[in-house]
């Protein structure tokens, strides 16, 4: 049995070649496609445990992941794409992840060391699930309800590409009451991100 460095209180869990041990999602940073996996390892080996070795569906395992995601977003006021179309891009993206690990042995060669480098390397980035993908704010079309506010575009931005910023942790059901215009929202925004 390899996996020592796991504690010794957790189950045998799966530790995945591809994106590592099963995790909880972050809770102060919007996660990436490999968090997701691993939560969905996560969520998939405990519901198992539970059932006493029985397997959930994949659909019952993207709906929970989907609710959990949701309320990340939620802390950080940046507007999701609806809850069916969470599912639906993580049994996709679930789909792809078991294309590779499920891969003949005998048949992995230097392709497909490629194809799992280059999967590895996309699931850093953020699961984008933002309703407005509008690189400007200035530019933005969007409908009021699908908009990023102005405050928080600096955030998604930063969680696209250098992912350095924090949600900081705030009340958020508190201040989101507050969220008039001008000085207000300056202020929340301050104390909500969190530079390092
Ligand atoms: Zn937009």
């Not at 993206?93 to 590895?120: A, C, D, G, T």
């Not at 980035?125 to 933005?140: P, R, W």
Request: charged share 35%; with cysteine; proline share 5%.
């Amino acid at each position: 049995m390899s996996g020592n460095n796991n504690k010794t209180n957790t189950r045998s869990l799966s530790n995945c070649p591809i994106v590592g041990a099963p995790s909880e999602l972050p809770t102060t940073i919007l996660p990436t496609l490999q968090d997701m996996l691993k939560c969905y390892l996560l969520i998939r080996d405990k519901l198992k445990f539970e059932r006493s070795g029985k397997d959930p569906s994949i659909f019952e395992i993207a709906q929970k992941l989907a609710e959990r995601v949701e309320i990340i977003w939620r802390k950080s006021f940046i507007p999701t794409v609806s809850r069916n179309r969470i599912v639906k891009l993580i049994q996709d993206n679930h789909v792809k992840y078991l294309h590779l690990i499920r891969y003949p042995q005998q048949k992995r060669n230097k392709k497909y060391e490629l194809k799992v480098q280059s999967f590895r390397e996309d699931a850093k980035k953020l699961f984008d699930i933002a309703a407005c993908k509008c690189m400007s704010h200035a530019l933005c079309k969007c409908e009021k309800q699908r908009k990023v506010p102005i405050l928080e575009h600096k955030f998604i931005q930063d969680q696209r590409a250098t992912r350095k910023m924090r949600i900081g942790p705030v009340d958020f059901t508190e201040t989101k009451k507050n969220t008039t215009t001008g000085k207000k929202e300056e202020e929340r925004v301050i104390e909500t991100y969190d530079f390092r």
